[in-house]
């Protein structure tokens, strides 16, 4: 087996976030749930909430994109494959995160659908609501896929986001059986309840297979996919049917479960929570390279912890700071 060349491969939406601040009468006159994700399947429906946004600010996002762009800000090689189209929002992302350090070349898509966008709305508490267009990105065809890149990175990445179209979830299968072919592991992100409210079955299915080594989870994830109303119910649930489960709590910090190690961490200080858009994906960013570095999981915790810190304390999914060397005084 040879040596990876990448700490992680993500396959994951490819997508340009737009965020601006809302309050909660907005929210609920949009008819939908705070702080939840919901689809919007046309681009018209799309443009009608578009022009009820007040103003925004256009950053490139994507679950698995934001993690790893986090991974390159702490110095970690890695790489992303996801769909755009051939559009200026599709310039925009791929421009932004081959900028960040990360190794992109999916080929673009011609024609209709557009790229992918997020329209994100910030209440005064920091909860994000999304409304997403999954456009391109949900005609990733398991043809587009690097197979010797996928097969170079040490661990693939896959967002539970990216499970809902039938295109690049036959895709992100064939890239399951083509990182385990050659000793890789692999690891996904729930993402959402909804997600899970949609294709908890197919989860399910995936680890019960055996397919997945890293589960990443929140809180009311873990619940719903165990179908526990307990916590710990939900841990004791799953535990030993992963290699290695990590579970954020918000404010409540994070646990990992491996083998009979259980670790927990409390939640970063932080000065003002300002938009809690990518956290998660920023707490993954930082346990996965910490991982990669063969730190233990209490360290690896804690840098997660640090990393979706930062984030929160300002909008996008993008850290604003140098996570690189915050990593260090932190952790040393």
């Not at 103003?55 to 110095?75: D, K």
């Not at 080929?107 to 966008?117: E, L």
């Not at 910090?253 to 929570?273: H, M, N, S, T, Y």
Request: charged share 20%; aromatic share 6%.
């Amino acid at each position: 087996m040879t040596s990876p060349t990448y700490e992680v491969v993500a396959i994951g939406n490819a997508i340009v976030d737009i965020l601006a601040q809302a309050d909660d009468a907005f929210i609920e006159e949009i008819g939908v749930a705070k702080g939840s994700m919901q689809l919007m399947f046309s681009p018209e429906e799309a443009d009608a909430l578009y022009a009820k946004m007040g103003p925004g600010r256009e950053v490139s996002g994507g679950s698995a994109a934001n993690t790893v762009a986090g991974i390159a800000a702490l110095g970690g090689k890695c790489a992303f494959i996801g769909q755009v189209a051939d559009d200026q929002l599709g310039q925009v992302f791929g421009h932004d995160i081959r900028a960040a350090g990360v190794h992109f070349d999916t080929a673009v898509r011609p024609g209709q659908p557009t790229t992918a966008r997020c329209l994100i709305f910030v209440t005064p508490d920091g909860q994000r609501t999304m409304n997403t267009f999954l456009g391109a990105s949900q005609f990733l065809p398991a043809s587009a896929l690097d197979l010797d890149l996928i097969a170079s990175g040490a661990i693939l990445y896959l967002e539970g986001y990216l499970w809902d179209p039938e295109e690049p979830r036959a895709a992100m299968r064939k890239a399951i059986d083509v990182a385990r072919a050659n000793g890789r592991k692999v690891a996904f992100t729930l993402s959402d309840v909804f997600c899970i409210s949609r294709h908890g079955d197919d989860f399910r299915k995936l680890i019960a297979e055996g397919l997945i080594d890293i589960l990443f989870a929140n809180e009311n994830e873990l619940l719903a996919l165990c179908e526990h109303e307990s916590f710990e119910d939900a841990v004791q649930h799953i535990h030993g049917k992963v290699p290695l489960l990590v579970v954020t709590r918000s404010e409540k910090g994070a646990i990992a479960l491996q083998g009979d190690e259980r670790v927990e961490v409390g939640a970063e200080p932080i000065e003002k929570l300002v938009d809690t858009t990518g956290a998660g994906d920023m707490f993954a960013a930082g346990f996965l390279h910490a991982q990669a570095q063969g730190r233990s999981l209490e360290e690896s915790l804690r840098l997660g912890a640090i990393c979706a810190a930062e984030i929160i304390q300002h909008y996008g999914a993008r850290a604003e700071v140098d996570l690189k060397k915050l990593a260090a005084q932190k952790l040393g």
